[in-house]
């Protein structure tokens, strides 16, 4: 992956710490995913309300980042191929150390394994 590439803009930073229709509906997610191109981060595909794929879906951006301390991989939803690291997107690159997997603390249910995807 280089510097330039359609649908990776490297000057957005992140929508904020979490899902952003999480935070909305007071749900919970697995991991993080954030767009490379307009910095909105959703929920992975193993979370219940999969928002990060439902994103690329209604806008067309293709590529995520995860947005889990120490991963710096890439997702082509177009291509449905994993890069292995890439461009360095404005930061932070992550959610807060102390931001819980699956997050956030007060809102995962019990059973929160028995809703994975």
């Not at 767009?35 to 794929?53: E, L, M, R, W």
């Not at 177009?78 to 997997?101: F, I």
Request: net charge negative.
């Amino acid at each position: 992956m280089s510097e330039q590439i359609p649908g990776v803009d490297t000057t957005i930073a992140p929508s904020g710490t979490g899902c952003v229709e999480c935070e909305a509906a007071q749900g919970w997610w697995v991991h993080l995913r954030r767009c490379a191109q307009c910095g909105h981060v959703g929920c992975c595909d193993t979370s219940p309300s999969q928002h990060a794929t439902k994103h690329f879906k209604n806008t067309g951006h293709p590529f995520v980042q995860s947005f889990e301390p120490g991963e710096d991989w890439f997702w082509n939803y177009e291509t449905d191929e994993m890069y292995d690291g890439g461009p360095e997107l404005s930061p932070p690159s992550h959610h807060p150390l102390d931001q819980t997997v699956p997050g956030p603390r007060d809102r995962v249910p019990a059973d929160w394994q028995s809703q994975l995807h």
